[in-house]
């Protein structure tokens, strides 16, 4: 049982590069979240997906899209890397936005932009 | 809007000793969460409080939540190297996502 699963674990962009952080669950989850860690900072929710074809955002969603593909997968894009995007990137998942049950993470995408 | 704040957001304690860390938050919330997450590690659920009053023990760890003061507590008891990780409380903003404490960095040495 994978869980939720992300790719790259580590990536490396030079300033304005574009990539897509790939996510996927297994769980026949309904919500999908991506997060960004930085030291000190906690978690910081960037935009998330309450279900299938529905997109909203969090509070650091500058500089981000994302795309939920389908009911498994959520995808997040940087269009135009920057410095300040150094960070790691974590998906979640949940049955619900209001379920009983805690999100389960990904193992995280290392991201450093030069 | 809701904030959560968390204390102490380091925490260096002797094997044995006992500690409580702190998580307050902002606006009405009847669901908060506890993590952990090791050293380049994902997060990984403790316990899920949903209700005032809620009492969670696994081991060593207890977590309790006081809806009407917006106060949950971590309970660490006759701590060990093995708890020595970070740990997130993360209050569910009315079911859309959460939103998470900066994190308590916890040592424990002999």
């Known amino acids: 049982n994978a869980g939720v699963t992300q790719t790259p674990k580590f990536q490396v962009l030079k300033t304005g590069q574009s990539m897509t952080l790939q996510c996927a669950q297994d769980m026949n989850h309904n919500s999908m979240y991506w997060y960004r860690q930085d030291p000190g900072m906690g978690l910081r929710l960037i935009y998330y997906?309450?279900?299938?074809?529905?997109?909203d955002k969090g509070e650091v969603p500058n500089g981000y899209n994302v795309s939920r593909l389908n009911k498994r997968e959520f995808s997040l894009r940087l269009e135009s890397a920057a410095p300040s995007q150094t960070s790691v990137y974590f998906c979640a998942s949940s049955l619900t936005g209001y379920s009983n049950q805690p999100q389960h993470f990904g193992d995280g995408t290392r991201l450093s932009i030069l | 809007e809701l904030k959560v704040e968390q204390n102490p957001l380091f925490l260096s304690m002797q094997e044995g000793k006992n500690y409580t860390i702190y998580c307050n938050y902002s606006?009405?919330?009847?669901?908060l969460y506890w993590y952990r997450q090791d050293p380049g590690k994902s997060l990984e659920s403790l316990f899920v409080?949903?209700?005032?009053?809620a009492v969670k023990q696994e081991g060593r760890l207890m977590a309790s939540l006081d809806t009407k003061a917006r106060l949950s507590t971590l309970h660490i008891t006759a701590a060990v190297h093995d708890l020595s990780a970070t740990y997130f409380c993360a209050v569910d903003q009315a079911g859309t996502a959460l939103i998470f404490g900066k994190g308590t960095t916890l040592s424990v040495s002999s």
């Open positions: 606006t009405t919330s009847d669901r």
């Open positions: 409080l949903l209700s005032n009053g």
């Open positions: 997906s309450a279900s299938e074809g529905t997109t």
